[in-house]
């Protein structure tokens, strides 16, 4: 079985801070790691993905993962918080074997504070 | 927007009521889900089509029934709900079930069961 912890419901960082947003993950075999981010109102999109590789993975708006397998963990980082980076993140998880349907954390809020 | 759209964005029924949600997808793609989203809880998933065959049904109650009669289109149908399948159905596609493949989701239906 698979799963995805995402530990903080809500995340505080003023605008020009730097912003993490943590992920642990549980699967079998090696992960395909994901983030997504929600806006209110919208669907789910893209930000960035771990296939394999460097383990630092850029994404979309600045946005980077650092896949750390000893600890199982693909935290979201940006070294410097907007405000309009505020909305809802969700790491998810598949086994790069066996079942090709994602798990999903049941993600964390991103307030960024003027 | 992402090429996949939803049909209703918001939709009210009772109880007794049949109603259904449309999903289209615009990018070629050969896989299709969908999920349910609450509040503070992981995205669930409930049902996936490739190449319009259903591979995966979460375990979803026999009140939602889905359809897929092309790749391009989806559907949920809904009868009997009861308050707690209140949420928000998010449709997603990608272009393959196997491999990293990145989703692309709709806006989601806001449905409200009274």
């Known amino acids: 079985a698979q799963s995805v912890a995402q530990p903080e419901d809500q995340v505080n960082v003023a605008e020009g801070n730097p912003l993490t947003v943590k992920c642990t993950y549980s699967v079998s075999g090696n992960p395909y790691l994901f983030w997504y981010v929600q806006y209110p109102n919208r669907g789910l999109q893209f930000l960035l993905k771990y296939i394999t590789g460097d383990n630092l993975v850029k994404g979309s708006y600045g946005f980077e993962a650092e896949f750390n397998k000893s600890q199982t963990s693909f935290h979201l980082k940006k070294p410097s918080a907007l405000v309009s980076d505020s909305a809802l993140y969700f790491c998810a998880v598949r086994a790069t074997g066996g079942s090709y349907i994602p798990t999903f954390g049941r993600g964390t809020s991103l307030i960024v504070h003027p | 927007e992402t090429g996949v759209t939803q049909t209703p964005r918001h939709l009210v029924m009772g109880m007794t009521n049949k109603k259904s949600l449309k999903c289209e997808q615009h990018?070629?793609?050969?896989?299709m889900y969908w999920y349910k989203q609450s509040a503070k809880k992981p995205l669930e998933l409930m049902f996936v089509?490739?190449?319009?065959?259903?591979?995966e049904n979460n375990s979803v109650p026999s009140r939602f029934s889905p359809e897929c009669p092309n790749s391009s289109h989806l559907f949920l149908h809904l009868h009997t709900l009861q308050p707690e399948d209140s949420a928000l159905y998010l449709c997603?596609?990608?272009?393959?079930?196997?491999?990293?493949?990145?989703?692309?989701f709709g806006p989601g239906t806001r449905l409200l069961v009274l």
């Open positions: 997603a596609s990608s272009q393959d079930p196997a491999g990293a493949e990145t989703q692309y």
């Open positions: 089509y490739n190449f319009k065959e259903q591979t």
């Open positions: 990018l070629g793609h050969n896989a």
